[in-house]
């Protein structure tokens, strides 16, 4: 374990000429984003450093209890004479805070995504570790930095939520070890998971009732839909339908679950989930969005009926090819 | 961490003198009765002993995939010369496996529930672990057992269940601990996550999604009810809502959280869940049941209505007692 030494060298030489650092976290931000974010902000400020911490998009209520998270800003004052780029695959994930006046400034790009496209000046790339405060809990530990209560609580909300309380493939004795070590170190873990994971709103929990209802299903894949009226039916905004992907890919049988979400915009979101051998990721980016094997997305225009019946002949193809290809 | 001294010796003279034992565990048996039953199994076969593993009621389907459970009986066939009982509070848990031909026999009784009666020759009761397996792992180093992966695979099964996946309130340094040692040992943590808590049959999601439709609630409590009407018009069999008031827990803003399932036979299995500070162990012992503080069950004759009224008084009761001890 370790992260390399080389790279650790090359941060630490970043980090100690820094003067005045932005850290940028990813547009649409989830768990791990929010929490390495501001745990990195957190170690940093402790050795003395200025630094704003950045984010396009507002921070989801169930984070805004993690501290500082009212610190984080949509859009950096300049100028900074480095940045780091946390969970963000690629520059367009940095959203509207990376701008053009901030292409000169040296940028350490610190992710987990394996498709990252080591944009950075210093590029640390680990898809081995199952959230990037996994990584910032190894950084903390080649630059010396201690643990603090506060600290361990935003990098175990992201090993948490990336993982959905342990529950993902990736899952290993490394990430075990990182969330035994912030535990050690004052991270409630059962605080972290019921407001991260776990709390929904009645009106919520009633729109997945009416989506498993009108669940359909064609051979080994299962979908379901959130339109805009099921959600006016329910009082309930955006992004109220999250987590329905992941419960439903527990169903037995289906190899691929997707929900198609309707927005305010009337763009269709289109979140996959699929077991192990079955990889959603290749028909998320031929749809122009990305992901993980196990779980991928896009956002298509068009009507509802008719986005669906693209995705669903994209997905067939690909479950076809996958048998082709097994032995 | 690491068990009484006093206790380990005299568990380890009786298991020195045993030359044929019986280890029994609790009816309508969880992940943790049958995790430290095939855990330990394995453990004192390893060491060449004979024995007997003995449960009332068969094993639930999501555990037939861990090792040799298949050989777990409903009667044990003595004669015996030591018995051990894992994860039983009290002698009725044992159900029917321990019969007065027993009586002679001395018990070493290991279980972590805080009601435990203390009903053996030698009593480990350890409220502390989170599930009975923690105390196996704690066993097994004081012998100086080695852990397999099957070993593993068993113990860890126990830990994942009775915390639902590390989310309920005593999942702690020590518990966390034992689970990295398991998986240093070869356990599989996603397999079992994944086979215990994360498979439902589509059947059973659909019957979710007509309990959520059907949910009630009054001021902080929530309720719902599985009946057997509902059961067949999806094909499901008794048992088939386990999850469900776990599930519902999250929901923002109730305190109480109630599954009415109307078993088979007629009578009504009531499950309750609740947030901290609102104790249902209390209520459901009243009613003839027991559990924990934050979730505990009954089992009532009677009609639906009646029952559900029944409870839902004492419950209230409880509620409002609750506020008036506040400070």
């Not at 300049?78 to 053009?100: A, E, N, Q, W």
């Not at 603090?148 to 993982?163: E, K, N, R």
């Not at 896009?298 to 097994?326: F, H, M, N």
Request: proline share 5%.
């Amino acid at each position: 374990m370790g992260m390399d030494r080389h790279l650790l060298e090359r941060i630490r030489e970043h980090v100690r000429e820094a003067h005045r650092m932005l850290l940028i976290s990813h547009v649409a931000p989830d768990g791990d984003a929010i929490g390495s974010l501001l745990g990195l902000g957190l170690l940093l400020r402790e050795q003395g450093k200025d630094l704003t911490l950045a984010c396009e998009d507002s921070v989801p209520e169930v984070y805004t209890w993690l501290p500082n998270s009212a610190e984080i800003v949509r859009q950096g004052t300049g100028p900074y004479d480095l940045i780091i780029s946390l969970d963000c695959s690629d520059v367009r994930r940095m959203g509207t805070v990376f701008h053009p006046g901030l292409a000169g400034v040296p940028l350490v790009n610190i992710d987990h995504h394996v498709t990252n496209t080591r944009f950075g000046a210093v590029n640390w790339v680990d898809p081995s570790s199952v959230a990037t405060t996994q990584m910032i809990v190894q950084l903390a530990e080649g630059m010396g930095w201690p643990l603090t209560p506060p600290v361990a609580d935003c990098l175990l909300t992201g090993l948490v939520t990336d993982t959905r309380s342990f529950r993902t493939y990736n899952v290993d004795v490394a990430a075990m070890r990182a969330v035994l070590h912030l535990m050690e170190a004052g991270a409630e873990l059962n605080e972290i998971t019921r407001r991260s994971l776990d709390q929904r709103p009645l009106a919520s929990v009633r729109l997945w009732g009416q989506a498993i209802e009108q669940l359909d299903t064609d051979g080994e894949i299962m979908w379901t839909e959130v339109t805009r009226s099921m959600r006016q039916r329910w009082g309930l905004g955006e992004n109220s339908d999250s987590g329905l992907a992941n419960f439903l890919s527990g169903v037995r049988g289906s190899k691929v679950v997707i929900v198609f979400t309707e927005r305010d915009d009337g763009i269709i979101d289109v979140g996959m989930r699929s077991v192990p051998g079955y990889d959603v990721a290749t028909v998320a980016l031929k749809l122009g969005g990305g992901g993980h094997p196990q779980a991928a997305g896009c956002t298509l225009e068009g009507d509802l009926p008719a986005v669906q019946a693209r995705v669903l002949d994209e997905v067939k193809q690909s479950l076809a090819a996958t048998r082709l290809e097994e032995p």
